[in-house]
């Protein structure tokens, strides 16, 4: 892999960790379930970076399994998306990864290609992370705007053998003229897959 993306996991590892440790400035809202939605400025953004938090009473193992491999799954579970699907394995920790989400009305599609990796954290627990990827000889060719992960981040923590902390982090620019309000009206799409995934989870 080259270089400036090892950098690039590395800075958004980083960022990630960085807002997963903010106590203050986050708005609580919608609770779903198990899992709960927090927002907040971020920097110089008008979007808001969604901060999605979730106890699921599911092994640690279960829950990387089906956010860093079960792309058939993460599909099923989002009523958005048109199609999720790795590209290349890059190695054992790394793949790369596009993903496209349906248009709506008089908003056209987005697709996103990234790059995925995830890492062991110092608590026993998992980080998976995603940075964009310009283009890609394999990639799916569509008529779908390109969008930006500014920030895509997901950390898991053993609570128990069998219960698990998922945090996800998410601020993404889909590029083109849709206003920031419309966009993060969305976030609560985002806290509704994530509660949809538990029972996917289950079944590993």
């Given amino acids: 892999m080259e270089a400036n993306y090892t950098a690039q996991l590395d800075q958004q590892v980083a960022t990630v960790t960085k807002v997963a440790a903010m106590t203050e400035g986050w708005s609580k809202g919608k609770t779903l379930g198990s899992s709960t939605l927090y927002t907040r400025k971020y920097e110089k953004y008008d979007l808001l970076l969604a901060r999605i938090e979730t106890i699921a009473d599911v092994k640690l193992e279960s829950c990387v399994k089906y956010f860093n491999e079960d792309f058939e799954a993460q599909h099923k579970s989002k009523d958005n998306s048109d199609f999720i699907q790795e590209i290349e394995k890059i190695d054992a920790t790394t793949k790369v990864v596009q993903f496209k989400l349906k248009g709506k009305l008089m908003v056209s599609a987005r697709d996103f290609l990234c790059v995925q990796q995830i890492r062991d954290q110092p608590n026993g627990g998992k980080i998976i992370v995603k940075v964009n990827l310009p283009t890609h000889a394999k990639q799916v060719k569509n008529d779908a705007v390109r969008g930006e992960c500014v920030i895509n981040g997901n950390i898991f923590t053993p609570i128990d053998a069998n219960k698990t902390k998922i945090e996800s982090f998410y601020l ?33």
Avoid: H, R, W
């Avoid at 206003?179 to 609560?188: D, F, I, K, R």
């Fill in 172 to 204: 993404m620019d889909p590029k083109g003229s849709i206003p920031a309000s419309l966009v993060n009206t969305q976030m609560e799409k985002q806290l509704e897959a994530q509660e949809k995934a538990i029972p996917f989870m289950k079944k590993y």
